[in-house]
């Protein structure tokens, strides 16, 4: 059971913007950085966003992350088909558990 | 350009132990500042990180497998591996291996292991 909670679901038509949220707390998000990836159907996750608003050498700045307190947002304007996927963010959890964790996926269905 | 890739076998039996290695190229394991992951994706589900290891043999485990997991690496092959014993249904998934550094730049294509006798 994850500690980052996402929703499920998405979906906005082409052209739209999509907005998707990832709600923890200070022992997580609150105090580290958040990384946001993309899973296709049957493919690999890949990173999106890292220290949570950078985007990596190739990926559109359609993608944008920002972080504010205890949660964190991945922001998908012009919502192409090919955006439809599984997203995920992720970040370090200082609790009992610590280590790595990620949010529970939501998934983008663009209409 | 950094390439992970798993290898290992795709069937285990029940109470076994899984074991999968990753072969990384395009550059080494040897050159420190990341931490080699493991992390697995159940049927239809989320992910879920299993450890990591630095190149000088440095591990950190989920504390929720820690008990059953062991990952190592063999810097002269460039791989590093992944030991999971008495499996049982719960642990079929996909499991990736993947590079850390505060997230995850690069992955594996990723490789299915069943649980089943």
């Known amino acids: 059971q994850s500690v980052l909670t996402q929703p499920p679901s998405v979906s906005a038509a082409p052209g739209q913007k999509v907005t998707i949220s990832c709600s923890g707390s200070s022992s997580n998000i609150g105090n580290n950085y958040v990384s946001w990836y993309q899973q296709l159907p049957g493919t690999a996750p890949k990173l999106l966003i890292y220290d949570n608003n950078k985007r990596p050498s190739g990926i559109p700045d359609r993608f944008s992350g920002s972080k504010s307190g205890t949660s964190a947002t991945l922001g998908i304007t012009g919502l192409q088909t090919g955006d439809e996927a599984d997203y995920y963010c992720?970040?370090?959890?200082?609790?009992?558990?610590?280590?790595?964790?990620f949010g529970t996926g939501t998934k983008v269905t663009v209409l | 350009q950094v390439q992970l890739q798993e290898s290992g076998p795709g069937l285990v039996k029940p109470s076994q132990t899984l074991s999968l290695t990753c072969t990384v190229s395009g550059g080494s394991i040897s050159s420190g500042g990341y931490y080699w992951s493991w992390i697995r994706q159940h049927p239809g589900k989320g992910l879920e990180w299993i450890g990591y290891i630095y190149y000088s043999g440095s591990t950190y485990y989920n504390p929720s497998l820690k008990s059953r997991v062991t990952i190592s690496v063999d810097t002269s092959k460039n791989q590093f591996s992944l030991k999971l014993s008495s499996v049982t249904a719960a642990d079929t998934a996909v499991y990736y291996c993947?590079?850390?550094?505060?997230?995850?730049?690069?992955w594996g294509q990723g490789t299915l292991v069943t649980v089943s006798s």
């Open positions: 992720g970040t370090w959890d200082s609790s009992l558990s610590a280590g790595p964790v």
């Open positions: 993947a590079r850390y550094h505060g997230s995850w730049d690069y």
